[in-house]
Structure formats: C-alpha cells, structure tokens
C-alpha cells in the first residue's frame, strides 16, 4: 500500500512542540509553520502544508529525515522524487545481486555497509515481517562467522533492498565499488558485470573522478551524452582567429602562439557535472586577480557578434543569475569546436572544416553539451543571394553534431529582438532546465 507522503510528513511536524515548530524556518529551507493564538499543531501543520506542491514537499521530508535518521520518511520521499524515473525493478536488483556472489561488501565491515542504509538494530518492519531476530544478529551470524551461509541476494531479500528506493539501493551499490572495498582488476571487473546488468533498465555505474589513482564511481541514469571530457576550451573570440600549437602534444596541451588577446582559454578539468558560472568566475578571478563576475561578464559580451546573441545573452543571465544561484551553468559565447589553422582564403587544394565556432554552448552535467545557434541571413545566403548550398551545409554540420552527442537548438535572429523576445527565451530556458533537471534538488 503506498505511503501517503504529506500525512506522514504532517505527523512528524505534529510530534513537536510548538515552540519547535515557531523555529522550523531556521532548519528546513525557509519552511514557515504559522502560529496563531487557539490554533493546535495539526492545525498550524495542515496551514502550513496548504497549497505545497509535491516536489516540494518531498525535498522538505527527505531534509527531515536526515535531520532525525528516519527510513521511513526518507524513502517516502525519495519515491515521490523517482516517480517519473525510468524504475530499477526488482529483476534487474535480483541480477545485481547475483553479480556480487556471496561477497557484497568486499574489504569493508559488511554490518558497517548495511547498517549505513539499512536499519539492523531489529527487523525492518517496513518491508518484511518480523523474525524475532535482529537482523544485525542474523546478518553476523550467516555472513560474517559463517561466509557463504547467505547469499547476497538473500541479504537483499531479508533488509528490503529489492523494495527501497533506487537512491537507497543505487547508494550502496556505489560504496559496495568503492576503493576501500574493491581496486584494480577486481573493481574493474564487477564494475562492468553490473552495467551489463544496469542498462537493462537505463542505469550504468560511471568513472566520476579519481582519489589518490582509483576510480570513484557514481550511479547515473544512461543518457545521450558526448563521449569523453572537454580538454580544451577556447571561447569568447572576439577578433581574427587565434593561431594554436601544441605545448605537449602527448598531453593535448595546447598553446596560444598569436591572437591570444582575442579570446579566452577554460584550462581547469571539467567533470561530469559539466561547468558553473562560479566555476568560470572563480577560475577568471584567478586569471585576472581583483577582477569582478561582472566584468567577465562584459568581456564575454565584447565577443557576441550581432544584438540578436546579445539579448540571448543578457536574458538568460538577468532570468536564472539569482534563481539558481550557485547552480547556474555556464553560457559560453563564440567557442571553437572545429579548430583549421588555415583560412578560408588560403585554402586551394581541400575544403574549409565547417562550423568551426559554435554562438553559445553550455556543458551540463552528464556530458550533455547544448549548442545554440542565432540564425541571420548568411546563414542561408551567399553575398545577399539565397543559396542552397549554403543552408545545406549548415544542416549537415548540425547532423554530425548531433550524431556526436550534441544537442543543437536554433534561433531565427528575429525571434531575440522586439514584443515577446525575452518571454520567448525564458521558456526556452525554462523547458531545457526542466528537461536536464537544472537546478532540481532531486
């Protein structure tokens, strides 16, 4: 029978004092719970809960339960949260637990893996009956003194992990692959056992970093993404093309030789969580000691080659600079992606690489790279004259873009300028956030 979030969550609320709940706001992200003379806590709890929108009513439970450590509440949430998620089903958790064998927690404290996300003390009544053991007790005793008694996917059965969230289940899979429990070949190994198994239902466990030469694992859903890491960002061009060579070609390290004024170079790793605007603005605070986030800013602007990318632009950062705070990604104008040395005019003997600058592009996280182009008319014209080949040549560049992993979104220059423009932006922006789950907390 599913859990009823809100009743829930009310319930917790109404266990407090009432002087508790006049200090709420100052814990649970700005959560007010009004007072009023007369009024009992259930009634100061539904006003409070009054006209809440289930996401966030989710993300306020799952900040109380890790206030007070509570399963139960913390799972409610997180299915609320993982509703529209494709589901790990149970087959797919049976599969992953025959990966592992009889050995879940490899050289780490199995109890201290478990009990880390599953509640041991007794029997966890949320998802099977009571034993009259403590499942701590059973745990040790089948697992620990006698290896071999119990299977993983037997543990599983017996601490709920087939039933829980895929947040919960995801969380000790990770640790289960971490370092200190599993390395080199072995980690390597199991590693790819489970994705062949996790992909069946859109998952794959994924290299996010590395600590002191080991990979760190995370869980994430498979998308569409760009294979790789961006290594070299060269962006905000605001003049002839920079000429570039190679500082050590064995490490793709790259060196401005002429025309360095022009245009900017990102130097700093870029992971999976694609790039922040902080994170520029911290890296050109550096580049430019004393320098502020707003005349970065202007310098990207000098780059913005028409009043259609400029309002683009200036929308976006006025719309979502303060909505999203320290979330905010990266709006990159003028960035190469093809880079030729040569110029169109000294080229005789083969052709001109297409699209060698992109207008904008953000990189958000899980390798998704968004491009975005503002179209004017030489984008299908030829000196003032329509041309076929032309737009032909655009389209087929966007192709292999995509085909690469790309997504290319397109602007009719017209539609950035006069009544409407800034409404038409935002939704733009709007819908692509929603879409990659920009600024959500889920």
Request: aromatic share 8%; net charge negative.
């Amino acid at each position: 029978m599913p859990i009823n979030l809100s009743g829930l969550f009310a319930g917790r609320l109404q266990s407090m004092t009432h002087m508790q709940l006049d200090g709420v706001a100052s814990w649970l992200d700005g959560f007010v719970v009004p007072g009023g003379e007369g009024l009992s806590k259930r009634q100061r709890v539904d006003l409070a809960l009054e006209g809440l929108d289930e996401t966030r009513l989710a993300e306020l439970a799952l900040k109380l339960a890790s206030q007070n450590e509570d399963v139960e509440l913390d799972e409610a949430a997180r299915r609320v949260l993982e509703a529209s998620d494709p589901p790990l089903t149970r087959i797919t958790r049976r599969d992953v637990a025959r990966v592992f064998g009889d050995d879940l927690a490899g050289e780490l404290d199995l109890l201290g893996l478990v009990g880390k996300y599953f509640v041991l003390s007794s029997p966890l009544e949320m998802f099977i009956p009571s034993s009259g053991r403590s499942l701590r007790d059973q745990i040790e005793r089948h697992m620990v003194r006698n290896p071999g008694d119990w299977s993983v996917e037997y543990l599983f059965e017996q601490i709920g992990a087939f039933d829980c969230s895929r947040a919960r289940f995801s969380a000790l899979i990770v640790d289960a692959v971490h370092p200190p429990a599993r390395s080199g070949e072995d980690q390597q190994k199991i590693v790819a056992e489970l994705n062949k198994v996790l992909t069946q239902d859109g998952y794959h466990l994924v290299q996010e970093r590395e600590e002191s030469g080991h990979p760190i694992f995370g869980f994430q859903q498979v998308v569409r993404g760009v294979a790789g890491r961006p290594k070299n960002l060269i962006f905000a061009s605001r003049g002839p093309k920079p000429e570039i060579g190679f500082a050590d070609a064995i490490n793709n390290e790259i060196v401005i030789l002429s025309g360095e004024e022009n245009c900017l170079v990102y130097d700093r790793p870029i992971g999976t969580t694609g790039l922040l605007w902080s994170e520029l603005v911290a890296w050109w605070s550096d580049l430019v000691p004393g320098s502020t986030a707003a005349e970065l800013g202007a310098r990207l602007q000098e780059s913005l080659a028409s009043k259609a990318e400029e309002a683009l632009f200036k929308t976006y950062f006025r719309t979502y600079r303060n909505a999203l705070g320290d979330n905010l990604p990266a709006l990159l104008p003028q960035v190469y992606l093809h880079y030729d040395p040569a110029t169109s005019k000294s080229l005789r003997h083969r052709l001109l690489l297409p699209r060698q600058r992109m207008d904008f592009l953000l990189l958000l996280p899980k390798r998704q790279r968004i491009v975005l182009e503002v179209d004017g008319k030489h984008h299908f014209s030829h000196d003032d004259t329509p041309s076929l080949r032309v737009y032909a040549d655009m389209v087929s560049a966007d192709r292999e873009l995509r085909l690469a992993g790309y997504e290319v979104y397109r602007f009719g220059a017209n539609e950035l300028l006069g009544i409407g423009a800034e409404e038409k932006i935002t939704d733009f922006f709007e819908k692509l956030f929603r879409l990659h789950r920009v600024g959500s907390k889920s």
